[in-house]
């Protein structure tokens, strides 16, 4: 083994896509009838956070072609707009991942806040991993542990903007966790959350 050999630099999109093979399984997996549980976002139960979630991949496919993005508007209700939306918020991850995967679209900066484009693109990678781990959480399924890339990714990404998004109430308090705990646990808990969360229900 070349111990020697440059370590893969994985794109944004190529990320976008591990989350996306983890995350369309839990979502088609959501029953009607835990649309109403709570999840580990205090304020969102499992239909507001499937609704936030879809704003999200939507609002970022804009951000990595630099258009305009606009989260000032409360999430549209996507479920009620028909029984097949899981398989909607199966197409506009495949479209979160292309957009992020288009020549250019790490380059320079995108957004109001002119923030380098590649850490935006983390920013989509980390919805689409920890509320992802939410909602499999609050449904009584099996998320397991993030592919290790996206991990290391979103612990250099939460490193830079933890300090704002706790401000901004985005983030909570950390979470302390076990000294066993696995690095996913860790980012976990670095967002606020319990990574033991819902357990012994």
């Known amino acids: 083994m070349d111990t020697n050999a ?5 794109g944004i999109g190529e990320l976008l896509g591990m989350a996306r093979e983890r995350a369309v399984p839990v979502v088609r997996g959501i029953e009607d009838t835990a649309l109403g549980a709570a999840t580990p976002c205090a304020e969102y139960d499992v239909k507001e ?8 991949i939507v609002q970022f496919q804009r951000l990595a072609a630099k258009e305009p993005s606009d989260f000032g508007q409360a999430a549209a209700d996507r479920v009620a707009e028909g ?12 479209r979160l991942v292309s957009a992020w995967s288009a020549a250019g679209a790490e380059e320079g900066t995108t957004g109001a806040m002119d923030m380098p484009a590649r850490l935006v693109g983390s920013m989509a990678l980390l919805d689409l991993t920890v509320h992802v781990w939410d909602l ?11 592919d290790a890339p996206v991990v290391e990714e979103l612990t250099g ?20 966790v076990s000294v066993e705990a696995s690095e996913f646990e860790r980012l976990l808990g670095r967002t606020g959350r319990d990574p033991g969360w819902g357990d012994g229900r």
């Open 83 to 94: 029984p097949d939306w899981r398989e909607r918020f199966a197409a506009e991850a495949e």
């Open 6 to 10: 440059a370590k893969k630099t994985y």
């Open 136 to 146: 499999a959480r609050a449904t009584g399924q099996v998320y397991g542990e993030a």
């Open 49 to 56: 956070l499937v609704n936030h979630l879809f704003q999200v």
């Open 157 to 176: 990404a939460v490193a830079q903007l933890a300090p704002t998004a706790r401000k901004m109430g985005v983030f909570g308090e950390p979470v302390a």
